[in-house]
């Protein structure tokens, strides 16, 4: 038994969410040797609604918190105190009461192409089926492919790369860095370059969430955190947040710490069927980072003109 209660970490039951949980507590044990005690940290596994309905696109249930609520509602209960989530699939806005005042160092932010018949979006024959749940890999393959059909697919991981071996799909894109946290950077055709593919916000990038307040779970968590992969987090989100950024909106963006230690931060906004497609970039200081988020997302809005509908979420 441990002289104090256990550090209870809130996750979702996928093997990649475990893995990213298991990194996680493997970092808290390394940086805080007492939480190597039996007994000092339990992982929590949450079953949520994004992950219980997989035969509708996220939009059409409730948006991508549907990954976060009931860990949400664990946490503010007090059945948990720190979760563990893709940054990615993190709402534009946070539950009343929990904060995220941890992000690791980012992996790899780029998508991966999965193909079994083409080694590039650009080799594919005309009339190939991407498979993809994502409407900004939607719209951005189809802004640059308007020959190629996309169809829903979701699932795991490992379900959708068993789809295109299985040829339901001619191809799919996925997150390298999910890939290689659960070991299958080998699934990978070819990883594609932000200015063909520019990557969801926080793709990448892994957040953990705490209570307000919560004095012991955020100093244990300060150890850990990455504040370059935060400030760059902080700009993609602001830019999220003018936007009013759901899952329903193609939306894409990716802040990076330049060699001469500037932020430099690139965003996307799109049509979901490819035929409109806008861009922004600012270049500044970290110390800026939400400023150029919020100032890249009023550029975005303006060029895009009425056809970009607003959703919260």
């Not at 309905?53 to 990954?67: N, S, W, Y």
């Not at 650009?122 to 308007?146: D, E, F």
């Not at 793709?203 to 955020?218: F, L, P």
């Not at 902080?234 to 936007?243: K, S, W």
Request: hydrophobic share 45%; with cysteine.
């Amino acid at each position: 038994m441990t002289p104090f209660p256990a550090l209870r970490i809130g996750t979702r039951g996928s093997r990649l969410a475990l893995a990213q949980t298991e990194g996680v507590r493997d970092r808290l044990i390394a940086a805080h040797p007492a939480l190597a005690a039996p007994g000092a940290v339990e992982i929590v596994v949450i079953r949520t609604t994004g992950d219980a309905v997989q035969d509708r696109p996220l939009a059409e249930i409730g948006g991508k918190g549907l990954f976060t609520r009931e860990i949400d509602e664990a946490m503010l209960e007090g059945r948990i105190d720190i979760a563990v989530h893709s940054v990615k699939d993190v709402p534009t806005w946070l539950p009343d009461g929990i904060e995220m005042p941890c992000t690791l160092a980012r992996e790899d932010p780029r998508d991966a192409l999965i193909c079994t018949k083409a080694n590039s979006l650009a080799g594919l024959p005309a009339g190939a089926v991407i498979g993809t749940a994502s409407l900004r890999r939607q719209a951005q393959v189809l802004a640059r492919r308007p020959d190629l059909v996309v169809r829903m697919l979701r699932g795991n991981v490992e379900t959708r790369i068993r789809k295109i071996a299985e040829g339901a799909f001619d191809a799919t894109l996925l997150a390298i860095a999910g890939l290689k946290r659960i070991g299958l950077a080998g699934a990978a055709t070819a990883v594609i370059e932000p200015e063909e593919m520019l990557p969801a916000v926080g793709q990448g990038a892994i957040g953990v969430t705490a209570r307000a307040g919560d004095d012991r779970a955020t100093a244990l968590l300060a150890a850990i955190h990455d504040a370059d992969t935060a400030t760059c987090v902080a700009a993609e989100r602001a830019l999220l947040a003018v936007l009013d950024g759901s899952c329903r909106t193609p939306i894409a963006a990716l802040a990076i710490i330049t060699e001469s230690k500037q932020l430099l931060l690139r965003g996307l906004l799109a049509r979901p069927d490819g035929t409109r497609l806008v861009t922004a970039e600012r270049l500044g200081t970290s110390a800026e980072a939400v400023a150029l988020g919020e100032e890249a997302g009023r550029d975005l809005l303006a060029r895009f003109g009425p056809g970009h509908a607003r959703h919260r979420g």
